[in-house]
Structures are given as structure tokens and as C-alpha cells.
């Protein structure tokens, strides 16, 4: 089962734009060293608005060939188009990858029917395990519970969500709806702990770029049972987790990780490099948690 801290991977870029494999097979095995739980590429963090579908492909492949089965990897497929989104999903099952993470199409603003035959039309066509993902910040589209657990109990393909829609109470009706199977992950990292609270299984995570093994402690930590040891490690993590979107996101991760010494910074436009007064109190926010000096 998919369960823990996931974190959304950026994709490093080299200086020319072109993806930098190295430092991308590089972050995975830092990671997994780190106690990350499973993989996540091609996610909002990974800048996949950006990548070419030529792109979006390589980087799965690298991702399954480097983890090589060590922990699950969860491949976005997402898209605006049923059919990219169908055809993402069946590259990320000709390639092994474990899970399809499948947002909800963003620009269109479907109807909750719209929605229903979106994902009955990918969930239709493939095998791979699909999770949901509901971030109607980005999308400007939001996927009810009633929704949500009308797909699950339809679509066997279709095992969780990613909630990133930032309300406990529509997070909380979603597991009125649906069974014990069914696999809830935060999306939103200020809220893990309240998620995993009414049944979550994991995050699905930005701040676990650049903090795996606190990120991964966490979730350990309550689905153990050693709720007050979760609950510290929540509220440190807290002021880090608000500084990781000081600017758009991933912007302040790729900074963090620059400065950390792990990747270059290298944004593909139109996201760019944070503005010099918030890369100062970035930079006071990253001395705090001693990731850098």
C-alpha cells in the first residue's frame, strides 16, 4: 500500500533549460537514503506545465529505472485533455511506474459529470492505480466528495486522492463516503496532521524537498501511534512549510535546494527566480531549520 511521505519532486534543470538527469537520479537516491517514502515526478512541484510530453515521459522513465522498486513512484499524468492525460497514464503503465496521479483538468472548469467521465474514460483504459488530485487553487476547478466517491465506488483503478483543497471539511465528508481501502493523502503540508487525523495515509509533499526525514517522521510517527511526537514534529516543521510559498511554488523549493547545495536553481519561465526582499527572509527561514549557514 502507498502510504507515508511522498515527496513532489522538482525537476532540476541545467543552465541551458534542458533536464538534468544526473541531478534528477541524484535527488532520488538522496531521498530514499533520507527515508522518503515514495517518489513523485511530474507534479505542480516538478513543473510539469512545462515540460514537453517528450520530457514528461523521460523524466518517469528515469524515476522508475533509479528507484529500481526500492519504494513505490507515483507518476503526474495529469492534463486539461482527457486524452494527454489517458496518454500519460498508459506511458506510466508501459513503464512500471506504481501509481498515476491524475489531476483534475484545470482551464476547462468541467462540470462534477465532466469530471465522473474524465477519469471513467482513463480509469477505463489503463490497469495502473490512479489517485485523484484536487488542488482548486491551480485548477480553478473543485472535485466534490459526493464526486470523489461516486468515481472510487465506480472505477476500481481509481484507490485515493491527493487533497490539497485546504478544507478539513470537505477533506472529512470525502471519508464519510467512501471505505477503509480507500487512500487519503494531504496535499496541503500545513495540514498533515489534521488530514492523517481522519484517516489519512500520507503526504504528498513540498516540504519534504528539502526536509525528507522530518516529513517522513511525521507520518511515521501517527500511523504508529505516537500521536504527540507527530504533533511536535508538525508545528516545527510549520514556519518552513509557509516560507516554501513565499513565492509560487516551486520557486522557493529549487531556491532552498540551490542554496543547500544539492541542484542548481534553474526555473523554466514563466516561473522565475525570487525577487531579492524575499530571498532574504528566505534565506533567515533556512538559517532557522540550520539547512544552511
Same mark, same amino acid.
Given at each position: 500500500?502507498?502510504?507515508?511521505?511522498?515527496?513532489?519532486?522538482?525537476?532540476?534543470?541545467?543552465?541551458?533549460?534542458?533536464?538534468?538527469?544526473?541531478?534528477?537520479?541524484?535527488?532520488?537516491?538522496?531521498?530514499?537514503?533520507?527515508?522518503?517514502?515514495?517518489?513523485?515526478?511530474?507534479?505542480? $512541484?516538478?513543473?510539469?506545465?512545462?515540460?514537453?510530453?517528450?520530457?514528461?515521459?523521460? !523524466?518517469?522513465?528515469?524515476?522508475?529505472?533509479?528507484?529500481?522498486?526500492?519504494?513505490?513512484?507515483?507518476?503526474?499524468?495529469?492534463?486539461?485533455?482527457?486524452?494527454?492525460? &489517458?496518454?500519460?497514464?498508459?506511458?506510466?503503465?508501459?513503464?512500471?511506474?506504481?501509481?498515476?496521479?491524475?489531476? $483534475?483538468?484545470?482551464?476547462?472548469?468541467? $462540470?462534477?459529470?465532466?469530471?465522473?467521465?474524465?477519469?471513467?474514460?482513463?480509469?477505463?483504459?489503463?490497469?495502473?492505480?490512479?489517485?485523484?488530485?484536487?488542488?482548486?487553487?491551480?485548477?480553478?476547478?473543485?472535485?466534490?466528495?459526493?464526486?470523489?466517491?461516486?468515481?472510487?465506488?465506480?472505477?476500481?483503478?481509481?484507490?485515493?486522492?491527493?487533497?490539497? %483543497?485546504?478544507?478539513?471539511?470537505?477533506?472529512?465528508?470525502?471519508?464519510?463516503?467512501?471505505?477503509?481501502?480507500?487512500?487519503?493523502?494531504?496535499?496541503?503540508?500545513?495540514?498533515?496532521?489534521?488530514?492523517?487525523?481522519?484517516?489519512?495515509?500520507?503526504?504528498?509533499? !513540498?516540504?519534504?524537498?528539502?526536509?525528507?526525514?522530518?516529513?517522513?517522521?511525521?507520518?511515521?510517527?501517527?500511523?504508529?501511534?505516537?500521536?504527540?511526537?507527530?504533533?511536535?514534529?508538525?508545528?516545527?516543521?510549520?514556519?518552513?512549510?509557509?516560507?516554501?510559498?513565499?513565492?509560487?511554488?516551486?520557486?522557493?523549493?529549487?531556491?532552498?535546494? %540551490?542554496?543547500?547545495?544539492?541542484?542548481? %536553481?534553474?526555473?523554466?519561465?514563466?516561473?522565475?527566480?525570487?525577487?531579492?526582499?524575499? &530571498?532574504?527572509?528566505?534565506?533567515? !527561514?533556512?538559517?532557522?531549520?540550520?539547512?544552511? $549557514?
Amino acid at each position: 500500500m502507498l502510504k507515508g511521505s511522498i515527496v513532489a519532486l522538482v525537476t532540476p534543470f541545467k543552465a541551458d533549460g534542458q533536464i538534468d538527469e544526473d541531478k534528477l537520479r541524484f535527488l532520488i537516491n538522496w531521498h530514499i537514503e533520507h527515508k522518503t517514502d515514495a517518489i513523485l515526478v511530474c507534479g505542480t $512541484t516538478g513543473e510539469s506545465a512545462t515540460l514537453s510530453h517528450a520530457e514528461h515521459k523521460k !523524466v518517469i522513465e528515469i524515476a522508475v529505472k533509479e528507484v529500481n522498486k526500492r519504494v513505490p513512484v507515483v507518476a503526474g499524468c495529469g492534463s486539461n485533455s482527457t486524452q494527454e492525460a &489517458l496518454g500519460l497514464a498508459e506511458y506510466a503503465q508501459a513503464v512500471r511506474a506504481d501509481f498515476a496521479l491524475v489531476i $483534475t483538468p484545470y482551464y476547462n472548469k468541467p $462540470t462534477q459529470e465532466g469530471l465522473y467521465q474524465h477519469f471513467k474514460k482513463i480509469s477505463a483504459s489503463v490497469d495502473i492505480p490512479i489517485i485523484i488530485y484536487n488542488v482548486p487553487g491551480r485548477t480553478g476547478c473543485n472535485i466534490l466528495p459526493e464526486t470523489v466517491a461516486r468515481i472510487y465506488k465506480d472505477f476500481k483503478t481509481v484507490v485515493g486522492i491527493k487533497e490539497a %483543497s485546504g478544507s478539513l471539511d470537505q477533506i472529512t465528508k470525502i471519508m464519510t463516503l467512501v471505505d477503509k481501502d480507500f487512500l487519503l493523502f494531504s496535499g496541503s503540508d500545513e495540514v498533515n496532521l489534521p488530514i492523517l487525523s481522519v484517516g489519512g495515509v500520507g503526504a504528498i509533499s !513540498v516540504v519534504a524537498n528539502v526536509m525528507p526525514k522530518e516529513s517522513h517522521d511525521l507520518v511515521d510517527h501517527f500511523l504508529k501511534g505516537n500521536y504527540k511526537e507527530a504533533r511536535k514534529l508538525q508545528i516545527y516543521l510549520y514556519d518552513l512549510i509557509k516560507a516554501l510559498f513565499i513565492e509560487t511554488n516551486p520557486v522557493p523549493a529549487k531556491t532552498a535546494l %540551490s542554496l543547500m547545495g544539492l541542484i542548481e %536553481s534553474h526555473l523554466r519561465l514563466p516561473l522565475y527566480k525570487m525577487s531579492a526582499a524575499n &530571498l532574504e527572509k528566505f534565506k533567515a !527561514v533556512l538559517r532557522r531549520y540550520k539547512l544552511i $549557514t
